[in-house]
């Protein structure tokens, strides 16, 4: 009880310096309703805590307070930022940063707020002209010379969230040592005054159709087989954004290919923060697709694609062996694509040995046993694109880069962007379906002929959400309890080895051998392997309330037809799994 009042009285006294000049009338108005009230959970989540960065950056809840998404907390991460790329760049004449947002509400008063606030600090600034994907900020980036970026978006999120990704000059998101200090500088920022909100307009330009037009042709000399797509351009394919902000590039790219036949889902082409035909923008969720697969069935759709409100993501359907429409997992994305492009590049003559792929830790192991039979190297790395962004920077100069993913439905095919891209990886993704009909092929068959080649393996993720200050308690716990008490068999299989990347400690079972894994810095992720391969991977997320599970199974297919054999009983397995584990 005395923990609970000490709380309220620490949060009381946040919310009320909100109610001090500076603030607009606003957002005091909204912090003494909160205060106001007899039931202070709100104002609890409100201000318990400052917005951190985590593996997407800033992003949170809309509102007034510490812990939510506002012109403030924007505005000093903005602030932070801009003091550090002066210290960081000083010797620069000019530092210039590109600015861009998504379609969500609030997005283009933030992303404008970004912009007066870099350029009240003396930085210029390219500003979108309206929303764009967020991989073409990153290429903006990169194609202006910039040595910062940020861009407004909560990505999948449900409607009353928005985000902030800041990037570095080479197009990424922002990691050590950089992420560290710019927090630094935020968290010296003690008043709002500190804050330079009034813009210098002759500091800030707009870009929009020629950035377009660099990225679109960029991304077409992705294509690998521009004779197959000649032979298919009628190839019938449904796509949507999801009332997002794919719709300005994705279907430009697709016909930049050669596409002919794409179908539209007019209702979810209409751009909207409220995202109203969908309870969740997110297209790993069946839900979200169900228009664009009724869509797909009434015009006898070869391959349904989406992409998510920043269209980073990307979203696939195809019909399985019965005919129905089924997803295709991130997994499967990143290993379809992976596979096409190291197979293509091989029969194209394009590979010397020094080429690599990437892969996050909690991605499928299979895209290893692909690029292990292609003699291709495999790097492993943290979740979050920054990650796979750092093994290209390392690399840059030595070896090149093929492509990397990761489950949660993040593809990118470039190395002249450097965050996911739903734009080149809905392009290919059509590319090799075209290509496998080409073969005689339907998407399921080529699906299952790779399985069939480097083995079978079905992957689950499970998301327990715990939302507030009570549910990271709960998190961090939950957490606790796996280290102290790991299992000793998964499935009827015993455990061989753990891999803690709290500490980098990988620990072989029974013996208990101890060595340290090769990471750039530790993690919250928790490891379990088994002696017939199934893989148990456990992090709270970096960006949401929640605690991931990823479960991975591997079986061995004797032949095309032994595919659904597989599938039922690794769906039973992973059912045996999250009863083990609790989940």
């Known amino acids: 009880m005395d923990n609970n009042k000490e709380l309220l009285a620490q ?84 530092i210039s940063v590109a600015v861009g947002h998504d379609v969500r509400n609030n997005s283009r008063k933030f992303a404008e707020i970004v912009a007066d606030i870099f350029s009240a600090n003396g930085i210029k600034v390219y500003l979108f002209e309206n929303f764009r994907p967020t991989p073409e900020l990153s290429f903006a980036i990169r194609e202006l010379g910039c040595q910062s970026g940020v861009n407004i978006t909560a990505s999948h999120n449900p409607k009353e969230y928005n985000g902030y990704k800041a990037y570095w000059s080479d197009g990424a998101q922002i990691i050590a040592p950089h992420d560290v200090n710019i927090i630094d500088n ?75 036949n794409i179908i539209h889902v007019p209702e979810q082409d209409i751009p909207s923060g409220n995202f109203p035909t969908v309870d969740s923008p997110n297209p790993e969720n069946a839900s979200a697709m169900a228009m664009a697969i009724a869509k797909g069935k009434e015009v006898g759709a070869d391959i349904i694609l989406a992409s998510d ?45 020094n080429e690599y792929v990437v892969k996050t830790i909690v991605t499928t192991e299979t895209i290893k046993a692909i690029a292990e039979n292609q003699g291709i190297k495999m790097y492993d790395c943290y979740t979050g694109f920054k990650w796979i962004a750092a093994v290209i920077r390392d690399l840059e100069a030595q070896a090149r880069y093929l492509g990397g993913g990761e489950e949660s439905y993040g593809f990118l095919a470039e190395d002249f962007c450097r965050d996911k891209d739903s734009v080149s990886a809905i392009s290919l993704m059509a590319e090799v379906c075209a290509w496998a009909k080409d073969r005689g092929m339907d998407f399921n068959q080529m699906l299952q002929e790779i399985y069939l080649k480097n083995g079978y393996s079905h992957e689950e993720g499970i998301s327990v959400v715990r939302p507030g200050k009570t549910g990271a308690e709960e998190i961090q716990q939950m957490m606790k309890n796996f280290r102290s008490n790991p299992p000793k068999e998964i499935a009827g299989s015993p455990v061989i080895l753990v891999k803690d990347y709290a500490d980098l400690n990988c620990t072989e079972l029974p013996a208990g051998t101890v060595t340290k894994m090769d990471f750039p810095a530790t993690s919250n992720v928790l490891q379990y392997f088994t002696a017939d391969g199934t893989k148990v991977s456990i992090r709270p997320s970096g960006t949401e309330p929640k605690i991931k599970f990823y479960l991975e199974v591997h079986d061995k297919m004797k032949d095309l037809a032994d595919y659904d054999r597989c599938n039922r009983d690794a769906a039973a397995k992973i059912a045996i799994i999250k009863k083990e584990l609790g989940i």
């Open 186 to 260: 935020v968290n010296r920022i003690k008043s709002v005054s500190e804050i330079k909100f009034q813009g210098d307009k002759s500091k800030i330009q707009i870009i929009g159709e020629d950035i377009d037009q660099k990225f679109l042709a960029a991304v077409k000399t992705l294509s690998l087989d521009p004779e197959v797509i000649k032979r298919h351009a009628d190839l019938k394919i449904v796509y949507t954004p999801i009332h997002g902000t794919g719709v300005k590039l994705v279907p430009d790219s697709l016909r930049n290919y050669g596409f002919t």
């Open 11 to 94: 949060v009381t006294e946040r919310a009320q310096l909100w109610l001090g000049e500076g603030y607009d009338e606003e957002t005091k108005a909204e912090v003494r309703r909160m205060l106001d009230a007899d039931d202070k959970t709100e104002l609890i989540e409100s201000f318990y805590r400052d917005l951190e960065f985590g593996t997407g950056g800033l992003r949170g809840i809309m509102g007034a307070g510490t812990n939510r998404m506002n012109i403030y907390t924007v505005g000093a991460a903005t602030q932070g930022l801009a003091n550090y790329l002066k210290e960081a760049f000083k010797d620069l004449p000019e």
């Open 309 to 353: 409100p920043d269209a980073d993501r990307i979203g696939c359907v195809i019909r399985d062996n019965n005919g129905e429409y089924q997803l295709v997992n991130g997994n499967q994305i990143v290993m379809i694509l992976l596979n096409y492009i190291m197979l293509r590049n091989r029969e194209l003559g394009r590979l010397n040995g």
